[in-house]
């Protein structure tokens, strides 16, 4: 797919953060500590109008996986949308989540380092003009191995929520 490219980029002081978009960018050393583990689905970001890379990667899932089980925990729907059947789901304000997967998408969860939810959290609108659209985003899904590099560095602006085999 290629480099993300953004038209302004205002960091916050952390190394791991979400732009516009839902796209998750580390900074350098931890995109180094990541390819240490072997992860591989680190992409550029660039600047859009000099297309000067910037000190920046896009952490991008390599796989999205099935639909959670419903013995997920502190989940709520609403609004889905009527054409995808994707969107609209929610976490529980002030209640620790954990999605659920079945124990045949164990494979999923041992193959991959970085994975995306089926499900798509918060409600899309396309609006007029095009740039006022809200998009629902996947939540971003890591294994041990990813989930250890980052508590180390430590990276503490992402919430870590377990997900459970049933």
């Not at 490219?5 to 500590?33: C, I, M, Q, T």
């Not at 502190?74 to 620790?96: H, K, Q, S």
């Not at 079945?102 to 609006?127: C, H, I, Q, Y």
């Not at 508590?151 to 503490?156: D, E, G, L, Q, S």
Request: proline share 10%; glycine share 4%; aromatic share 12%.
């Amino acid at each position: 797919m290629g480099p993300l490219f953004v038209s302004r980029l205002h960091p916050p002081k952390k190394p791991v953060f979400s732009v516009f978009g839902n796209h998750d960018l580390v900074e350098p050393r931890v995109a180094d500590a990541l390819r240490a583990i072997g992860v591989d689905c680190l992409e550029e970001v660039r600047e859009a109008k000099s297309c000067q890379q910037l000190p920046y990667f896009e952490l991008r899932p390599t796989v999205v996986l099935p639909r959670f089980s419903d013995k997920s925990l502190g989940i709520v729907r609403e609004d889905p949308c009527p054409l995808c059947n994707r969107d609209g789901y929610f976490a529980i304000p002030y209640i620790t989540y954990a999605l659920a997967y079945e124990r045949k998408d164990l494979p999923f969860f041992s193959r991959k380092k970085v994975m995306a939810t089926f499900e798509w959290f918060g409600n899309s609108k396309l609006r007029e003009p095009f740039k006022d659209s809200v998009f629902a985003a996947p939540l971003i899904i890591i294994n041990e191995e990813v989930y250890r590099v980052l508590y180390n560095i430590p990276v503490t602006a992402i919430e870590y929520n377990p997900v459970l085999i049933c």
